[in-house]
């Protein structure tokens, strides 16, 4: 089964585990441990606790800061700017042959994250790709209700339509979700968009998603 390439399609890109490979997985763990330290202070909890906390907001509720404002009623930007501290943080590697794989994606190309649009920003310009981007599309643009929420996509879709790259009544097909979470994969295909599991965790599979592969660098298979 082939994905095409045309120049009418739209690619939207998770950037956590997706953008960057499971071999740079350091990457998330820094951020990880900076969650788990402001759960700790949230909760005022030990840290081990707090790392469980952490992965069973993120399994309930889409996203541990959905969690956090449900059960603590916190502030997105303070927990943001809490977990963003760059000196805490690592950065995906330069990145040529990624940039070299979205240039041949002939149609437009955006980032689409639950993170503060801030955090795929710098990891996206620290791999030379971040110009390569429409534009990032963060969890601050979604009014904080990221995937998957259906708002969220539907705060995607108005995006494209605003950018003129897409409207209402269009074939949904044209756009192609990229994303290592399979949750956030599922409200995806029901509006009709093309899946692409990337870096899947498990051998599990649901009928929402069209195509899987380990590594994003492996789309280049998918396109023929």
Known sequence: MILSNDTDRIWLFDYDLTLYAESERAVLNSLDRRIALYVQQVANIDYDHAQEIRKRYWKEYGTTLAGLRAVYGVTPND?????????????????PQKRALLEILKGPKYIFTNGR????????????????????VGLEDMNWDGKPQVSA??????????DGSWKKGDDPSRIVLLD???????????????????????????????????DLMDLLKLLG
């Open 153 to 162: 996509y539907e705060t995607m879709e108005k995006v494209l339509e605003y």
């Open 79 to 95: 927990f943001f700017d809490f977990i963003h501290q760059p000196e805490t943080l690592v950065y995906p590697n330069f990145a």
């Open 117 to 136: 649009s801030d955090w795929s920003r710098k990891g996206s310009s620290k791999m030379g790709i971040l110009d390569c981007f429409e534009r990032i």
């Open 180 to 214: 290592d979470a399979l949750h956030n994969l599922r409200p995806a295909h029901d509006r009709g968009w093309k899946t692409v599991w990337v870096n899947p965790i498990s051998e599990e599979n649901g009928s929402f998603t069209d195509f899987r592969i380990p």
